[in-house]
């Protein structure tokens, strides 16, 4: 078996031949823009400083990567694009100047990092040049990109969702060194929509069953993060975009600890062979302000008791689950998503390991980027761009929603993972 080589990404961008060789695959995937966008600003914008030299400079970039239609046209939100456009007219503060592209670049160096390098660490391209550049070379930067292993904290399924519970799948959700992709992007080929992912280590869940391994599931939507977002948690329509729900009960909501829960009654069928499992699990939605992210969080819980009456299968068998959907704001029709799922579903422990099961978490990702996609449009198509779920007309910002439909008053703030 083949050993998967990491690089950091902060490595490979201050090693010119391995930036190189990125710049290289992103070419042939079609999507050059971000790393050139960000080595423009490196180099011929930070490192100037005359302030006359400099601002032609800005306006260089801004005419090829920032401007709508421009060549090279980069994805950012358009609150993001005109504060700097705005602040680019003012040609005598230069302390204003030179932070002119730190947004920008923060974002797009986010994003950069979060998906195309994560693939090209799988790529043709990095193993042609692995094996170009020799393993004393390659065993240098991966020994200067090693990192402590993840810290992952067991849920407690008795209690409320907690600060801790939101940073440990953070961790996975933004890791990249854990994974093995159940797909790659082929030499010359466009990258695509949407990837799927098992992790290579197992994490605990409640501290009592088996560790288990971990499915992401990433993909780029056409949608705003609102739109997404709705999609998902509209009472309309969340039932129908996640094809392994069979059914969906609300229950009463809780307060308890920092954060408000919207609770359910879940039935799942995984796989035919399988039985119907099932959960009582308690949601939380919140914001995170440094991501620019909303973080949709659910594990199940054993402290609600369940009204036999509401079960469809009284056969059904229990199990243990942590999710998270993160839905990353790009530009104001684009946002990218992460979903992850740690879960023991009580079937045989090598059950992630058979081929079956790779085909189905395969599946699953390209069909959770369709459906999402399909529900988002129909939504926007239907009650238009942005809008909020129908059961709130009276409440007039995207905040006021948030605090009274998905309880997440004071639960705005960014997590340090």
Known sequence: MTTRIVIAYDKARTTPEVEANFLEYLKRSYNREPLQFLIAVETDFKTEQDPKTKRMSAKIIIDNYIKDGSP?????????????LKEAEDQHDDKKLDALFD???KLVSAELKADSFTR?????????????KGTKYINALVAASEKKQISFSPFDVNGAIKDQDIISLLRLVEDVSDWVPLQITKK??????YYSYLSKSKYPLDGKVPNQMAAKFVGVLPVSAEDALYALIDREYRNRWEPFVKLQVDLDPYKEGDYSHLV?????????????RYCVGQTSVVY??????YLIFSKSTTGVKIDPTKRKKPNAIPIVLASIHAIYKISDDKCRYVTLTVSCINARSDLANNASSRILFKK???GLFE?????ALERKEKYGHNARPQHSPDLDTLDDYMKKYLNTEGATKTWEI
């Open 103 to 105: 947004d920008a670049h």
């Open 188 to 193: 010359h080929a466009r990258e695509k929509m």
């Open 264 to 276: 359910s009654y879940a039935e799942l069928k995984f796989m035919p062979i399988l039985s119907t």
């Open 288 to 293: 995170d302000t440094e991501r620019r992210a």
């Open 120 to 132: 090209y660490l799988d790529s043709d391209t990095f193993k042609e040049f692995v094996k170009k």
């Open 364 to 366: 699953r990702g390209k």
């Open 72 to 84: 090279l046209e980069i994805n950012i939100d358009n609150g993001t694009k005109y504060k700097l």
């Open 371 to 375: 459906n999402w996609l399909k529900l």
